[in-house]
């Protein structure tokens, strides 16, 4: 074996292995002309054009940082950050330290929603840059909802005969109407690590009332208040795959009355009670958030008043733009458990931008959802009351680069059991139909 013969081989093995990268073929003509081409498109801002022919440049297999850098650049201006996201990945596998390329993928990925990522980029660009522009702030944002709440159950208490055909006994306790209140921020710990941290405050009335033979025996309004704290700390894995665990204490204060029957002294007794108990949610979420979609899986372990039991969600957003203008959610949720009644519901989200700084969101989620959890513990919809339908409509609006505002409207189909003491017994089966509507306004303070 010659000499010659053992160095091919050499070479061979090492560029099989990648220990050795092969000479790239010399630049051709049609290479340099489209080279020209994209270049006088990039320097005149003709971004469709550019799209054009970068593309068709990349389709005759011309690849490099300026033709990546370009295209990604086009995507950005013409508001398609999936794609632009992708070119400038690739632009920066030619030049890993190129902080032009660095700073638009993190601009897209800022502009994409994507939070994670945009929060480790920002780091690396720091890094880079060494300009405190990109160094991101300790607060990220400053959260603040409320706003009130009506529901027609007691009128609809009012209007039925709880005492049956044979007025006897009969008892409702339906909730009334309410307030909501919830303040949070959102902190920017390390590259990879956020934190929020939320209190809620809920306040609604219980309208209690008995009848017994026709007439109202006994009629209460009572409080019923709730102190909500949450804590989320997302951790950005790298490959766009993120860990969210979440945390949520409530605390319920009410002081209903039992009513009771003393058949010794022939009278009704009325014994108020002061409860005062408190719920928990553990939540952990797996979010993977490529070009065009996001995947969730999220499971929460809730210990609900001595009930215990658990939640699965998977929830996935198609982005078909590639960006913001459009998207659509589709989320499924199972409660598993020996403690759980295996509740199911499905809901299903329609985002879009009508107007430049306008979005609107539609909403609607279907099924069980007394005592299920939404948005990795967040909401939770643990009043007691049975509820199968939850509709809504979200206009959110950027008034600046500081300031979002939003309002958000839903609507609720609720019921309650009532009892009748008739036929000798007690029926708790039928139930009082009534509505919930809530209007919640939003702002937002980013730093």
């Not at 970068?54 to 011309?62: E, L, M, P, T």
């Not at 632009?91 to 994409?112: G, I, N, Q």
């Not at 005969?161 to 044979?166: C, T, V």
Request: glycine content about 6%; aromatic content about 16%; hydrophobic content about 40%.
């Amino acid at each position: 074996m010659t000499l010659k013969t053992i160095y091919l081989i050499i070479a061979l093995v090492g560029i099989s292995l990648g220990l050795i990268k092969p000479l790239k073929a010399q630049i051709t003509p049609e290479e340099v002309k489209a080279d020209a081409i994209t270049y006088r498109h990039y320097m005149a801002a003709q971004w469709d054009s550019l799209l054009v022919s970068g593309n068709h440049a990349i389709d005759q297999g011309f690849d490099n940082y300026y033709f990546r850098v370009r295209l990604g650049r086009a995507y950005f201006e013409k508001e398609r950050y999936a794609k632009a996201i992708h070119h400038f990945d690739k632009a920066l596998k030619f030049a890993p330290a190129d902080a032009f390329a660095l700073s638009y993928l993190y601009y897209s990925h800022l502009y994409f929603g994507r939070v994670n990522q945009s929060r480790y980029l920002s780091h690396e660009l720091n890094k880079l840059t060494q300009e405190s522009y990109y160094q991101p702030p300790l607060v990220k944002s400053i959260y603040l909802e409320g706003g009130p709440s009506f529901l027609n159950g007691k009128n609809k208490a009012m209007q039925t005969d709880l005492d049956g055909a044979e007025n006897i006994y009969g008892e409702s306790d339906v909730t009334g109407n309410g307030y909501y209140s919830h303040a949070g921020m959102q902190f920017n710990l390390a590259p990879r690590l956020g934190l929020y941290v939320g209190y809620s405050n809920l306040g609604l009335y219980k309208h209690h009332r008995a009848m017994s033979a026709d007439t109202t025996l006994y009629q209460r309004r009572y409080d019923v208040k709730e102190n909500d704290y949450f804590i989320s700390m997302p951790f950005y894995l790298g490959k766009n795959l993120s860990i969210i665990p979440a945390f949520r204490h409530t605390h319920f204060q009410t002081d209903p009355v039992q009513i009771s029957y003393d058949f010794i002294l022939f009278q009704y007794k009325f014994d108020t009670l002061d409860y005062a108990f408190d719920d928990y949610v553990y939540s952990l979420e797996t979010r993977l958030e490529q070009d065009y979609y996001t995947l969730c899986l999220a499971g929460a372990l809730i210990n609900q008043n001595g009930n215990s039991f658990g939640q699965l969600t998977l929830s996935g957003t198609l982005y078909p733009f590639g960006n913001l203008n459009l998207y659509a959610t589709t989320s499924l949720l199972q409660q598993v458990g020996t403690n759980s009644k295996e509740q199911f519901v499905f809901q299903q989200t329609l985002g879009f931008r009508p107007f430049k700084k306008v979005w609107l969101e539609a909403d609607l989620a279907t099924g069980t959802l007394r005592d299920m959890v939404f948005a990795n513990g967040f909401v939770m919809y643990n009043t007691g009351d049975d509820i199968d339908l939850r509709a809504g409509l979200n206009v959110i609006l950027p008034v600046s680069n500081h300031v979002v505002v939003s309002l958000r409207y839903q609507y609720f189909n609720y019921s309650d059991n009532y009892y009748t003491y008739e036929n000798n017994m007690i029926n708790m089966d039928d139930k009082l139909v009534f509505n919930k509507q809530i209007i919640i306004g939003g702002l937002t303070w980013l730093f």
